[in-house]
């Protein structure tokens, strides 16, 4: 076992095999019935899978990195306001709504904070077998191969991607304003953002509330490929405090999550 004092580098390795472990018990959870069952809490699918992959997940990184507390999604209890300078932020499951009705846009998360900071992060898709992982100033990188850093490129290339068939709400009206001609499908929000890391697409815009265990690992992921994220209004993530914020702009520069964020301050202006 290593010290809660080990390098985050140091820790890539067991973390990225941890979150593929558990990403590989939920698929296999998918064909047990009483693991997709579940309820609608507000706006939060919230299924069996959820507790078990919670309890999976965060046995592996407490025996990872003894003393450093995991913060979960799936336990209130551990969502204190003060929060430790190193810690583990953790999403069992995003996108459990795609979980547990057979889609494949869910994923496993973890992301090690310091200093109120993600410092190293794993993000893993089962259904595609894709593990997105970074440690801050190593780079990114994608099923372990080193992703390049995204050139900037103006707002409206490539594809703009949500949750959604077709552009919807927000979405419908950042791909008519900024002219994309390219829309992608994608499930979770880490994995929507994992393919703006990526290249695949170039914007994912919401107005919905998101939490800070939805967006520590991919954020990551996102900084150490170039690109960038930010609330809605265009202000930093601090992950301090409260747990939630109101949307988000994931864009494949941060120059771009800032010409996004200035069209919707002007947006909300005109009413």
């Not at 869910?106 to 190293?120: H, S």
């Not at 990114?140 to 850093?149: D, Q």
């Amino acid at each position: 076992m290593r010290g809660t004092g080990a390098a985050p580098g140091e820790l890539l390795a067991p973390l990225t095999a941890a979150v593929l472990e558990v990403g590989v018990l939920l698929r296999e959870w998918r064909a047990d019935a009483a693991a997709v069952r579940g309820v609608w809490e507000g706006s939060q699918f919230k299924a069996e899978a959820d507790a078990r992959a919670h309890r999976e997940l965060s046995g592996r990184l407490a025996a990872l990195a003894p003393g450093a507390p995991v913060l979960s999604e799936e336990d209130a209890a551990s969502q204190v306001s003060a929060r430790p300078g190193r810690h583990w932020l953790i999403d069992p499951i995003d996108g459990t709504a795609s979980y547990a009705h057979g889609f494949p846009g869910y994923v496993t998360q973890a992301a090690l904070m310091e200093g109120a900071r993600p410092v190293l992060s794993a993000v893993y898709a089962p259904e595609n077998d894709v593990m997105y992982a970074a440690v801050r100033g190593l780079g990114a990188t994608r099923n372990g191969v080193l992703m390049p850093r995204l050139d900037p490129a103006p707002v409206g290339t490539g594809a703009l991607v949500d949750n959604t068939p077709e552009p919807r709400g927000i979405a419908a009206r950042a791909y008519a304003r900024f002219g994309f001609r390219e829309y992608m499908e994608c499930g979770s929000i880490a994995l929507k953002l994992c393919r703006v890391a990526e290249g695949s697409a170039r914007l994912f815009v919401k107005d919905v509330p998101v939490r800070d265990w939805d967006v520590a690992a991919p954020l990551l992921v996102l900084e150490e490929a170039g690109a960038g994220l930010v609330r809605l209004d265009g202000t930093g993530f601090d992950f301090q405090g409260s747990y939630e914020s109101t949307g988000l702009i994931g864009a494949s520069s941060p120059e771009a999550c800032a010409e996004v964020a200035r069209w919707w301050r002007d947006e909300e202006a005109l009413g």
